[in-house]
DNA sequence: TATAAACACTACTGAATAAGTAGAGTTTAT
DNA sequence: ATAAACTCTACTTATTCAGTAGTGTTTATA
């Protein structure tokens, strides 16, 4: 399971890059994604760290979106808040620790299964972009509406 | 990530798989397994319980296979330990539970990726069996001696 | 029928992590 | 000067994970 914390993330960020010039206040970004203000607070200052968001402080400041939002896709936003994507910690590349599971990983079944399972997944995050999911809610909004 | 008790289970059944007609004690499968005796002791009556295995007691007794390997897939196994399989609770089926994040769910792309994402984890967990995984294991060990 | 070999069960523990909250500090426009 | 914003540190509280301890029960067999 991800982190509340990544799925919050994932929405303040999908919800920023519906207007990727517009600059966003916490408290606004809070109400409309029903996410503690306190905690989205460090969320929004951890995409900030990891160069995916800018700020300005003072009176006027906010939160904006520092890269386009055709290049920020899931893979990334889910690896700063949770780490490894792999559901095994000998199929990961950056959080790799062996196991003692089994007498010789490199042909081990269970990690090339989770090796797969994970290359699997790591592909359907990276295409999934701020912009393509944009996209997509207009898409799946317009195909409601038609019914 | 998997729990640790999920992966040890799924390396305690594939080594039980490579002789299904086997009966095994615990103490040798901790062993081969590097798998800790008294945590062992629980996953394997968790599995019993889970009509995975069969057991008997006694002197001369222990764990068995009740299923036929081919029958036996990881989803089955990680589901039964660890639970849903989706990242997200919105994208579950039996963990349903709703999130506040989005406005309208059915038109939430986020939980779109990450249903489409859920999918394709079940279906490759529920491809890899038991017979599967023991098969596979013999054909790296193969094409390793090649080399 | 005693006994040793096995599994079965209950209860506890210690460490880590998740999900926040509290409160003070700093920057900036007006 | 002041109010509006972001920034930062430190705490809290509950839960879960990973495992251990100790006892009980069943069964083959000498």
Same mark, same amino acid.
Not at 85 to 102: D, G, H, Q, R
């Given at each position: 399971?991800?982190?509340? /914390?990544?799925?919050?993330?994932?929405?303040?960020?999908?919800?920023?890059?519906?207007?990727?010039?517009?600059?966003?206040?916490?408290?606004?970004?809070? @109400?409309? =994604?029903?996410?503690?203000?306190?905690?989205?607070?460090?969320?929004?200052?951890?995409?900030?760290?990891?160069?995916?968001?800018?700020?300005?402080?003072?009176?006027?400041?906010?939160?904006?979106?520092?890269?386009?939002?055709?290049?920020?896709?899931?893979a990334e936003v889910v690896r700063l808040f949770d780490g490894a994507?792999?559901?095994?910690?000998?199929?990961?590349? /950056?959080?790799?620790?062996?196991?003692?599971?089994?007498?010789? @990983?490199?042909? =081990?079944?269970?990690?090339?299964?989770?090796?797969?399972?994970?290359?699997?997944?790591?592909?359907?995050?990276?295409?999934?972009?701020?912009?393509?999911l944009v996209k997509q809610e207009e898409r799946l909004k317009a195909?409601?509406?038609?019914?």
């Amino acid at each position: 399971m991800l982190s509340k /914390k990544c799925k919050y993330a994932i929405h303040a960020l999908v919800h920023m890059a519906k207007d990727p010039e517009e600059k966003f206040l916490i408290k606004d970004i809070s @109400e409309v =994604c029903n996410i503690p203000k306190k905690f989205l607070e460090a969320i929004l200052l951890d995409l900030k760290r990891a160069g995916v968001l800018g700020s300005k402080q003072g009176k006027g400041g906010g939160y904006f979106l520092r890269r386009n939002p055709a290049e920020v896709n899931l893979a990334e936003v889910v690896r700063l808040f949770d780490g490894a994507i792999a559901a095994v910690p000998c199929a990961t590349y /950056k959080y790799y620790e062996a196991c003692n599971e089994c007498e010789d @990983e490199e042909t =081990c079944s269970v990690r090339h299964a989770f090796l797969n399972i994970r290359n699997a997944t790591v592909e359907l995050l990276k295409s999934d972009t701020l912009e393509g999911l944009v996209k997509q809610e207009e898409r799946l909004k317009a195909r409601k509406k038609k019914k």
